[in-house]
């Protein structure tokens, strides 16, 4: 019995002492250099970074007959608005100049016509024309963000230089003045009432007289929309 109590302690001894695990918060080793570090993905080229350049606009075809601007749209200058900032102006701070009224999301699969609304605002800007970007959240609940969050949206992504309002409804009982009056106007189909969906655009004439209105899915580099801007602008 002793010689049997003598060997099993011997075993035991010999066997290799359980170690520890290790603290949960240890910090793993870095891993071992693998050769050169990866560069930065070379940035994406394509239509959508093209029409960030103004040079890369098509030329302009021909427009739809423009509409007589009636007592009903010739409101919409007047109409109290607040800018994204919260500053309290109206349409008429921008009279004089050819306008393209539209009303944007950040989430929608026409966002990035953000980038070309931002071309045309560089390439006819100095000659009298802006964008003015009206954000809604009731077309598939595409802007859901903050006054703040669509500011910088709009700046990180498109760098938009032209003049964003608050966020409004533009349809409904709770549709905003200047879309119940711009919602009278038809375009070339012949369609007026209700906006269909993001980004549908009116272009008013500088001299506050003629209207045109696009579909959602006319972009702005469309030569017809191109060509709406350009009889728009202020006659010289």
Not at 34 to 58: C, E, H, N, Q, S
């Amino acid at each position: 019995m002793r010689t049997l109590l003598l060997a099993a302690l011997l075993v035991a001894c010999s066997k290799p002492a359980k170690q520890d695990p290790a603290p949960s918060n240890t910090v793993p080793a870095a891993a071992a250099p693998t050769g050169v570090a990866k560069a930065d993905p070379a940035p994406i080229k394509g239509p959508t970074a093209d029409m960030f350049d103004p040079a890369k606009l098509p030329a302009a075809g021909t427009a739809p007959p423009a509409l007589a601007v009636t007592p009903e749209v010739d409101s919409i200058w007047n109409v109290p608005i607040k800018t994204l900032g919260g500053k309290p102006t109206t349409l008429a701070a921008y009279k004089g100049k050819a306008l393209m009224l539209v009303n944007v999301a950040s989430q929608c699969g026409n966002t990035p016509q953000y980038a070309t609304l931002e071309a045309l605002q560089k390439k006819y800007g100095a000659k009298g024309f802006t964008v003015v970007g009206f954000p809604c959240n009731q077309f598939g609940g595409q802007e859901p963000g903050s006054a703040a969050e669509i500011k910088t949206f709009c700046a990180m992504n498109y760098g938009i230089t032209f003049p964003i309002m608050e966020k409004i409804e533009v349809n409904g009982a709770g549709r905003h003045p200047i879309y119940k009056a711009l919602e009278t106007v038809k375009d070339a189909t012949g369609y007026g009432g209700d906006i269909r969906w993001n980004f549908e655009k009116f272009i008013v004439s500088a001299d506050g007289k003629q209207i045109t209105r696009f579909t959602p899915d006319q972009t702005p580099d469309d030569r017809s929309v191109i060509a709406a801007v350009e009889n728009a602008l202020p006659k010289s």
